[in-house]
């Protein structure tokens, strides 16, 4: 996972990077975690909705295509 690093100031006699995931990084900026969550996990459950959803009606669609085909046949 992505990540973003900085020199940590406190430590001036060691080089240590202190390094943070994304999602915490973007969590102390904004310091609205729970709500960047929630919305995160919502939007892909919406996705996974849509396309099973799409994935339904692509179904229906060949199954409906498919039989006149058959038919001619």
Do not use: F, G, Y
Request: some cysteine; hydrophobic content about 40%.
């Amino acid at each position: 996972s992505a990540r973003v690093c900085r020199h940590n100031t406190s430590l001036k006699w060691t080089k240590e990077v202190e390094c943070l995931d994304l999602n915490q990084w973007a969590c102390q900026r904004l310091s609205r975690c729970p709500v960047l969550i929630n919305m995160s996990l919502l939007l892909s459950a919406t996705l996974l909705h849509l396309t099973r959803r799409l994935k339904d009606t692509l179904m229906h669609l060949t199954h409906l295509l498919a039989i006149p085909s058959i038919e001619k046949l």
